[in-house]
């Protein structure tokens, strides 16, 4: 059974910085494409990135592109979510999502595994 275990979450003011961990278990994780998904009181959930585990390949939410990096950690089964530049609006629920096979997905229906979420606050 795949474990996700995000953490990293906070409070900064807008500009500042944060870097959100996603602690995998449970599988092997060569042939799983790996995420990041938010939810603002209110809102639907939003894609942020993904990122392909074998290859290192990502992509990104417009809104965030250019400001947020995905990344993984091999040794430590550990996906990251560095965050600079962060505005008000990014303020939200952030989950670490994976699924079995190597499509870059966007939509939350296609992954299969949720950590249980981490809070972000950015204060203008």
């Known amino acids: 059974q795949v474990q996700l275990v995000d953490s990293g979450g906070g409070l900064v003011q807008t500009g500042g910085s944060l870097r959100l961990s996603c602690a995998a278990s449970g599988r092997t994780f060569s042939m799983y494409t790996m995420g990041w998904f938010r939810q603002a009181p209110g809102k639907e959930r939003e894609f942020v990135a993904a990122?392909?585990?074998?290859?290192?390949?990502?992509y990104y939410a417009d809104s965030v592109k250019g400001r947020f990096t995905i990344s993984r950690d091999n040794a430590k089964n550990t996906v990251y979510l560095q965050m600079n530049s962060l505005k008000p609006e990014d303020t939200a629920v952030y989950y670490c999502?994976?699924?079995?096979?190597?499509?870059?997905?966007?939509?939350?229906?296609?992954?299969?595994?949720w950590g249980q979420g981490t809070q972000v606050t950015v204060s203008s």
């Open positions: 999502v994976a699924k079995y096979g190597i499509t870059l997905a966007a939509r939350a229906s296609e992954y299969d595994y």
């Open positions: 990122i392909r585990w074998s290859s290192g390949s990502t």
